[in-house]
């Protein structure tokens, strides 16, 4: 079954304690991106990948890190998070980039005391 | 700095009755996509509209695309229940970039 495996789905940790939430597709795809969704914000795209080694700054990049080492796997990295970086993260992936039907994950919800 | 904005931000309509959802937004783009989101769900892609004029349907969906008023609509015909959700609008910038900006939401809620 295609699908964009992110976990965990919840995490509450504490502030300055360095995470990291995976992404991993199985559709061979060149096209991953993250976002958050606040609400009244709608989402905001963090980072994107156009394929491996590849990776370029969405509109919030500030305190997020990614990696694109292998196709399929497209980890975000928190290293020292703070509270305002509590929110609800997707993973998505398409064929070549946004003008292909994205995929997204089922979501992670952070919260960071 | 691009500006994406829905209206209207909720929509309470009755089955069977048809409206239209605005996606107006503020950078010379011809790529726009629309995206569906349930009530604690993921997104799914709905419609890619990649030029002027361009128009996409899917069932009760229609979704269009005016470059030149910087605007889309999607248009809901004969509402059933099943299409509540939050439908969200995203623009990419026509620079060569492959990053996405998102509107904030379309709310809607269809009464029986």
């Known amino acids: 079954e295609a699908q964009v495996t992110q976990n965990p789905r919840y995490l509450i940790t504490v502030t300055g304690k360095k995470l990291t939430v995976t992404c991993s597709q199985n559709?061979?795809?060149?096209?991953m991106s993250w976002y958050r969704q606040d609400p009244g914000l709608g989402l905001r795209q963090i980072y994107y990948?156009?394929?491996?080694?590849?990776?370029d700054k969405g509109d919030v990049p500030e305190g997020y890190k990614v990696s694109r080492k292998e196709k399929r796997n497209f980890p975000l990295i928190l290293e020292s998070p703070s509270p305002n970086q509590t929110s609800l993260y997707f993973c998505?992936?398409?064929?070549?980039?946004?003008?292909?039907?994205?995929?997204f994950g089922d979501g992670t919800r952070l919260s960071i005391l | 700095e691009l500006k994406v904005e829905q209206n209207p931000l909720f929509l309470s309509m009755q089955e069977g009755k048809n409206y239209t959802i605005y996606c107006n937004y503020s950078?010379?783009?011809?790529?726009l996509y629309w995206y569906r989101q349930d009530p604690g769900k993921s997104l799914e892609s709905l419609f890619v509209?990649?030029?002027?004029?361009a128009v996409k349907q899917e069932g009760r969906l229609m979704a269009s695309l005016d470059t030149k008023a910087r605007l889309s609509t999607l248009h809901i015909t004969a509402a059933v229940h099943d299409l509540s959700a939050t439908y969200f609008c995203?623009?990419?910038?026509?620079?060569?970039?492959?990053?996405?900006?998102f509107g904030t939401g379309t709310r809607l809620t269809v009464i029986p």
């Open positions: 559709m061979n795809h060149e096209y």
């Open positions: 509209l990649l030029s002027n004029g």
């Open positions: 995203a623009v990419d910038l026509q620079t060569g970039a492959n990053n996405l900006f």
């Open positions: 998505a992936s398409s064929l070549s980039g946004p003008a292909q039907p994205q995929h």
């Open positions: 950078t010379t783009s011809d790529r």
């Open positions: 990948s156009m394929n491996v080694e590849v990776t």
